[in-house]
């Protein structure tokens, strides 16, 4: 079975910054691509952040170009995100995922998904 635990949310105000992880088992870690999401109250699932297996290939939405990092250390089945320049339109709650082949921006391309971390970022 599957499982993907995140951890590193919290409250942090405005220019702050957090570093988000996500273990996964059950799985051979590395042959899969791994992704970031978030969701607040009212909001449809948003992209953040995808990596590949090797951890060659990232890919950002927009909003968190030049501040959030995605990285993943096969060797301990773990995926990271960097979140730098934190403003409060970041506040969510933000969740990893897995999948097959090369990374996605679709949440539905995703096959298992962690239950999340909150991030609350205040003014």
């Known amino acids: 079975q599957v499982q993907l635990v995140e951890s590193g949310g919290g409250l942090v105000q405005a220019g702050g910054s957090l570093r988000l992880s996500c273990a996964a088992s059950g799985r051979t870690f590395s042959a899969y691509s791994m992704g970031w999401f978030r969701q607040s109250p009212g909001k449809e699932r948003e992209f953040v952040a995808a990596i590949t297996m090797s951890g060659g290939i990232t890919d950002y939405a927009d909003p968190v170009k030049g501040r959030f990092s995605i990285s993943r250390d096969n060797a301990k089945s773990t995926v990271y995100l960097q979140m730098n320049s934190l403003k409060p339109e970041d506040t969510a709650v933000y969740s990893c995922?897995?999948?097959?082949?090369?990374?996605?921006?679709?949440?539905?391309?995703?096959?298992?998904w962690g239950r999340g971390t909150q991030v609350t970022v205040s003014s």
């Open positions: 995922a897995t999948k097959t082949g090369p990374v996605a921006r679709f949440p539905l391309a995703y096959d298992y």
